[in-house]
């Protein structure tokens, strides 16, 4: 299954060259259907997002601005990546939890301890360049170029 992860511009460590581990950490706060007793990693399922028939646009673009405008605003970066590639030893899962603005495309990953959850987003989404894009207006690519432009004016 395909997942859409929303990063926040502001993680970007600059020092580093990447994104900080807050790009995958899971919730601090464990929801009541929570499989394992802790929060999960919070995204959505792209499939679902760009095929809703709820009005918004149908794109990953415009299905964050609909269901979480309130918590990243425009410009953003967004990881597209499959639940499978987490695995290596781990065992993720998904929780169907509809987020608190009703998006019912909205899932948590359980079943990955913070280490394996860093380890999983450095190892799958690097470079950067090539596995993470950027809404501004619209979807554009990722560059490093361009994060720091956008972290420069937050």
């Given at each position: 299954?395909?997942?859409?992860?929303?990063?926040?511009?502001?993680?970007?460590?600059?020092?580093?060259?990447?994104?900080?581990?807050?790009?995958?950490?899971?919730?601090?706060?464990?929801?009541?259907?929570?499989?394992?007793?802790?929060?999960?990693?919070?995204?959505?399922?792209?499939?679902?997002?760009?095929?809703?028939?709820?009005?918004?646009?149908?794109?990953?673009?415009?299905?964050?601005?609909r269901f979480y405008g309130h918590f990243?605003?425009?410009?953003?970066?967004?990881?597209?990546?499959?639940?499978?590639?987490?695995?290596?030893?781990?065992?993720?899962?998904?929780?169907?939890?509809?987020?608190?603005?009703?998006?019912?495309c909205h899932r948590d990953i359980h079943?990955?301890?913070?280490?394996?959850?860093?380890?999983?987003?450095?190892?799958?989404?690097?470079?950067?360049?090539?596995?993470?894009?950027?809404?501004?207006?619209?979807?554009?690519?990722?560059?490093?170029?361009?994060?720091?432009?956008?972290?420069?004016?937050?």
């Amino acid at each position: 299954m395909e997942l859409v992860r929303i990063i926040r511009a502001g993680w970007w460590d600059d020092n580093q060259g990447r994104f900080t581990d807050l790009a995958f950490k899971r919730s601090s706060t464990a929801g009541p259907s929570s499989p394992d007793g802790y929060g999960g990693i919070s995204v959505f399922d792209a499939n679902c997002a760009l095929g809703d028939d709820l009005g918004a646009p149908r794109s990953i673009c415009g299905h964050i601005a609909r269901f979480y405008g309130h918590f990243a605003t425009e410009p953003l970066v967004y990881w597209r990546f499959e639940l499978e590639d987490l695995a290596q030893g781990a065992n993720p899962h998904l929780a169907h939890v509809p987020s608190d603005s009703g998006d019912e495309c909205h899932r948590d990953i359980h079943g990955l301890s913070r280490n394996e959850a860093t380890k999983a987003f450095y190892r799958l989404a690097s470079p950067p360049e090539d596995h993470l894009r950027i809404c501004d207006g619209g979807d554009q690519p990722f560059t490093v170029e361009r994060i720091r432009e956008i972290k420069s004016v937050l």
